[in-house]
C-alpha cells in the first residue's frame, strides 16, 4: 500500500460525458501527478500539482482539467469524453517536487468509455 | 529530451533463472533513473532508484541495477527468478528542473515458467 488513494476504481460511462477522479496524496506529500496508461499511447505524465498551483504540464488533453485543493487532494477532470480516453488513469505523490524524489502511485482508476 | 528505451515486449525466464530486464536511457544531464513494478490490476510500485550515490543500486524483493555511463543503460537483474516476480517492469527517466515528470519506457512482460 503506497499510502495514494484513488476513488473510483472503476469508472463506465458513455461518450460525450464528464467525469472527476479524485486522489488523495500521501499524508505530508505536497506534489502531486497524473498519469494515463493506455495500451497504445503506454504511461504518459499528463499533469502535475505542487502545493495546490500548477508546476508542470504533459500530453494532456484541452478536455482535460485537473486541479489541487489546499487539503492536497487532487481531481483530474475529463469532459466531452471520446473512446480512445478509455485507460487506467494513476496519480501519484512525492514529497517535495525535486527530481530525486520517488513519486509514489495509487491503484488507479479504470475508465472505460462506450 | 530525455527518454528511456526497453527493448523488447515480453521476456520468459525459469523459476530459479537470472532475470536480466534492460534499458537505456537517453539524457543530456546526468539522470535520474528508476524502475517500478507493476503486478496485474495493480498500480506501480517502486523497485528502485538510481540518484548519482552509488552506480550498483539495490532494490526490494532481491532486485538490484547497474548505472552504466559508458553504454548508457539501467539493467534490471535478480539472480534467481522466482514465480511472484511475473508482472510487468517499466523504467523511468526523471526530467531535472522544474519539471519532474517521469518519462516511461513502453514496460516488459516478465513470465516465469515452473
Known amino acids: 500500500d503506497s499510502g495514494v488513494t484513488q476513488t473510483p476504481k472503476h469508472l463506465i460511462t458513455a461518450t460525450g460525458q464528464r467525469v472527476t477522479l479524485r486522489c488523495s496524496p500521501r499524508?505530508?506529500?505536497?506534489?502531486v501527478y497524473w498519469y494515463q496508461q493506455s495500451l497504445d499511447q503506454g504511461l504518459q505524465f499528463l499533469i502535475q500539482?505542487?502545493?495546490?498551483?500548477?508546476?508542470a504540464k504533459g500530453n494532456i488533453l484541452e478536455r482535460f482539467s485537473a486541479q489541487q485543493f489546499p487539503d492536497l487532494h487532487s481531481e483530474l477532470n475529463l469532459s466531452s469524453l471520446e473512446l480512445g480516453d478509455s485507460a487506467l488513469y494513476f496519480c501519484?505523490?512525492?514529497?517535495?517536487?525535486?527530481?530525486?524524489?520517488?513519486?509514489?502511485f495509487g491503484p488507479g482508476t479504470r475508465l472505460l468509455v462506450l | 529530451a530525455q527518454s528511456v528505451t526497453q527493448l523488447g515486449s515480453h521476456v520468459s525466464v525459469s523459476e530459479g533463472a537470472l532475470v536480466l530486464l534492460r534499458c537505456n536511457y537517453s539524457?543530456?544531464?546526468?539522470?535520474?533513473l528508476f524502475w517500478y513494478v507493476q503486478y496485474p490490476n495493480q498500480g506501480l510500485q517502486l523497485l528502485l532508484k538510481?540518484?548519482?550515490?552509488?552506480?550498483l543500486v539495490k532494490g526490494i524483493n532481491g532486485f538490484e541495477a547497474e548505472f552504466k555511463k559508458s553504454e548508457t543503460s539501467f539493467h534490471l537483474t535478480k539472480p534467481s527468478a522466482h514465480m511472484s516476480d511475473a508482472a510487468e517492469y517499466f523504467c523511468?527517466?526523471?526530467?531535472?528542473?522544474?519539471?519532474?515528470?517521469?518519462?516511461f519506457g513502453k514496460g516488459i512482460t516478465l513470465s516465469v515458467r515452473p
Open positions: 539524457s543530456s544531464v546526468p539522470p535520474y
Open positions: 523511468a527517466v526523471a526530467h531535472t528542473g522544474a519539471n519532474s515528470k517521469l518519462t
Open positions: 538510481y540518484t548519482s550515490a552509488a552506480t
Open positions: 500539482y505542487y502545493n495546490g498551483e500548477e508546476r
Open positions: 499524508s505530508g506529500d505536497l506534489s
Open positions: 501519484a505523490s512525492s514529497g517535495l517536487a525535486g527530481v530525486q524524489e520517488t513519486q509514489y
